[in-house]
């Protein structure tokens, strides 16, 4: 028996689990993971799937608690720990990628001010701040001069940043508005958190005492996504916002097969079984020598984007036109 947390957003994976389950028929049973009695829901299930939010209150709060607790007591989840412990947590990566001797972007994390402004004084710039959580490119500015870096050093290392950023969230609102695709109640949205946070922004409180910089690309147009699942690998390019150099939420993408390099498919492939994880989005750019780097990594995604993937991968790089369930894939692999 599957045990499918009943999540509330349809951007997230368990309607596609679901639909999978009842068209196969495969045994499973909704839970609330949120609920006190959530060890009791879960008797006569083996298997836990869970797309928990990055911006789910509760879910920050206790999805990594519940799901690792359950797989030490031998109940198959997803996602497990090796796949989600480093998840939203840019930081966390950076130390696992380095570990594994992976082609991460060249980045620091520094913990006090004195060492943040030391190396601000001998490195060249622009660079790119980032803070640990938040996705769609939210808590991302390029640095262009060493005055810029010491002002974010002042504040990483004095009051510290909101988790979430609510001028960013208005610009990027008017920019969808103004490509027609969101409407006027979503920017008006955008002001009225201004004074009102989102309540997980709340939980999570100021990301201080820290700062993290990446070595900036220059001349990238579009970074690249690649997922791997079981074995199986599709691709999504998303270009870069205009006048600006971030690609991750700009909602431009790029689906052909030919606008891929396949060494950024073989390479994720590699880089999931060191990893040894179940699902991986990994995030590249190229250098100036067009070599792949990779940006950050996740085990979640927003699942209509890749609907209009044209095919997949698979690991003999093989390609396999046509439409495909990823959402079935994770399934499959719970079952085995």
């Known amino acids: 028996m599957i045990a499918i947390h009943n999540n509330k957003g349809t951007h997230l994976f368990h309607f596609r689990w679901i639909d999978y389950c009842e068209k196969n028929n495969i045994p499973f049973k909704l839970v609330n993971c949120h609920d006190n009695n959530i060890i009791q829901q879960l008797e006569n299930c083996s298997v836990l799937m869970w797309h928990y939010h990055q911006a789910s209150p509760t879910d920050i709060i206790m999805a990594k608690s519940l799901l690792f607790s359950l797989e030490q007591s031998g109940m198959k989840v997803f996602p497990d720990f090796n796949t989600a412990w480093h998840f939203d947590d840019k930081v ?103 004074v009102k946070p989102p309540r997980y922004a709340k939980v999570m409180g100021k990301e201080i005492n820290y700062i993290y910089f990446q070595e900036f690309l220059p001349n990238n147009d579009s970074d690249t996504r690649i997922i791997v699942i079981d074995g199986k690998a599709f691709a999504l390019k998303r270009m870069v916002r205009t006048n600006d150099f971030r690609a991750s939420g700009s909602g431009d993408f790029r689906y052909e097969r030919e606008v891929f390099d396949p060494r950024c498919v073989v390479l994720s492939f590699e880089y999931t079984k060191k990893i040894k994880a179940q699902c991986v989005a990994y995030d590249y750019v190229f250098d100036k020598e067009n070599n792949p780097k990779l940006v950050e990594i996740s085990y979640g995604f927003a699942n209509k984007v890749y609907d209009p993937c044209t095919g997949y991968w698979d690991e003999q790089m093989n390609w396999h036109e046509g439409p495909f369930n990823p959402y079935g894939w994770m399934v499959d692999l719970m079952l085995r």
């Open 92 to 194: 966390a990566q950076k130390y696992l990628l380095e570990a594994l001797q992976i082609d991460l972007v060249p980045t620091w994390v520094f913990y006090d001010k004195k060492t943040a402004n030391d190396w601000i004084e001998k490195t060249s710039f622009p660079k790119v701040f980032k803070l640990k959580g938040g996705a769609g490119s939210q808590n991302v500015k390029l640095t262009k001069t060493k005055e810029e870096a010491k002002s974010l050093a002042n504040k990483a290392f004095g009051n510290g940043f909101p988790a979430y950023d609510a001028w960013g969230s208005i610009k990027e609102r008017i920019r969808q508005w103004r490509l027609g695709k969101t409407d006027f109640f979503h920017v008006a949205k955008g002001f009225v958190r201004l």
